[in-house]
């Protein structure tokens, strides 16, 4: 009698465990804004821009969830080293009044809306402590429960860099130097950066993002950059580039 009790349970929970499906979401045009690999998007002070977002709804017992809306809008928040995923956010968009979008949408399938990057947008490059994201998430309701606002599989928070049109040309001319053929660690890093190849070259530069010389020097293995400001910098020899990030 237990072991039919207990195979009896075990049924039980197998059916409970399957009867909840998820919802998915993405932001499925995000690629169209990333440059030099940067798992970031990079815009201009006032682009236009459009937002595509690919998503299904959940289900429970068999019972879809039903769907409120879905928003995308830019924030930021004036804290260094700021997790676009996981970081603390004021619930605001950085134009006011707020300017979130609501593309319109079915229970599954592709929709997509325009958003306008502020023209007044401080460029990312100018303070260290300033972090952008584009805040995209479904809010759905499932049988039963409570409106669901985004959260893990219902949200793409992606990091932001605002930049002029100078850095991002410097930053494609960069990207057209020859790269990995030597590494660095650690990366990103606060103040030691050090070569992991024996390899021998007579000077290295590093570069800021708008191609500006920031440093330079003869043969070392490791080079202090503990007076770099935070950011996204170059280091360059023989004549090719490795991309870091100064914490």
């Given at each position: 009698m237990k072991k039919v009790t207990f195979l009896l349970l075990l049924f039980m929970g197998s059916i409970a465990f399957a009867q909840r499906v998820e919802p998915t979401f993405s932001w499925s045009n995000k690629s169209d804004y990333q440059i030099n690999g940067e798992s970031a998007v990079t815009f201009k002070p006032g682009d236009v821009i459009t937002i595509e977002i690919t998503y299904t709804l959940g289900s429970t017992n068999g019972i879809d969830d039903s769907l409120d809306f879905i928003l995308a809008?830019?924030?930021d928040e004036a804290m260094a080293n700021v997790d676009p995923l996981t970081g603390t956010w004021a619930n605001e968009t950085v134009a006011q009044p707020n300017d979130y979008i609501f593309p319109g949408a079915e229970a599954s399938g592709v929709t997509s809306g325009t958003y306008t990057i502020p023209a007044n947008a401080?460029?990312?490059?100018?303070?260290a402590n300033l972090t952008y994201r584009i805040l995209a998430y479904l809010a759905?309701?499932?049988?039963?429960?409570?409106?669901?606002?985004?959260?893990?599989?219902?949200?793409?928070?992606?990091l932001v860099y605002i930049r002029s049109q100078a850095e991002i040309d410097a930053l494609l001319s960069i990207d057209e130097f020859p790269k990995e053929q030597f590494k660095i660690y650690p990366n990103p890093v606060d103040d030691m950066l050090s070569f992991t190849d024996t390899?021998?070259?007579d000077t290295f530069e590093i570069r800021d993002v708008t191609g500006k010389l920031i440093q330079s020097g003869g043969y070392t293995n490791t080079i202090n950059v503990s007076s770099l400001e935070q950011g996204i910098y170059f280091v360059g020899i023989n004549n090719t580039y490795k991309k870091f990030i100064k914490k």
């Open positions: 809008g830019l924030q401080e460029l990312s490059s100018e303070n759905y309701t499932p049988d039963g429960g409570s409106t669901i606002f985004g959260g893990d599989g219902a949200s793409d928070p992606t390899i021998r070259f």
